[in-house]
Nanobody, 128 residues
Framework: QLQLVDSGGGSVQQGGSLRLSCAAS????????IGWFRQAPGKDGVKERE?????????GTTYNADSRFTISKANAKNAVNLQLNTLKPEDTAVYYC????????????????????WGQGTQVTVSS
């Protein structure tokens, strides 16, 4: 069974950076698309999670909703990292990594509802 553990959140000042990590176990990343989503305060449920970035484990294709963020694979660790730069207060949210049983970013990275496996979430707080 695929399991995801996300980590790396914290509190930073506006303009700061954080690197989030999503460690996968149970399935090699070659067979899934890993997505990062975020859920703003006051919003509940998977449908309310906003797509941030996705990467295909098989061919490395990526999608980024914001050019300040960069997603990458850490192959040796069966993990995916999300680098968050030039953070703004409006980036404050719980960030979740998720996996979809697909090899195509284009097919799944438009809605969180296509992702079946989720990490527990990591809080990112950006102060002004």
């Amino acid at each position: 069974q695929l399991q995801l553990v996300d980590s790396g959140g914290g509190s930073v000042q506006q303009g700061g950076s954080l690197r989030l990590s999503c460690a996968a176990s149970g399935v090699a990343l070659d067979y899934v698309v890993i997505g990062w989503f975020r859920q703003a305060p006051g919003k509940d449920g998977v449908k309310e999670r906003e797509v941030v970035s996705c990467i295909s484990g098989s061919d490395g294709t990526t999608y980024n909703a914001d050019s300040r963020f960069t997603i990458s694979k850490a192959n040796a660790k069966n993990a995916v990292n999300l680098q968050l730069n030039t953070l703004k207060p409006e980036d404050t949210a719980v960030y979740y990594c998720a996996a979809a049983k697909s090899r195509s970013v284009q097919d799944v990275c438009d809605t969180p509802l296509k992702f079946s496996f989720w990490g527990q979430g990591t809080q990112v707080t950006v102060s002004s």
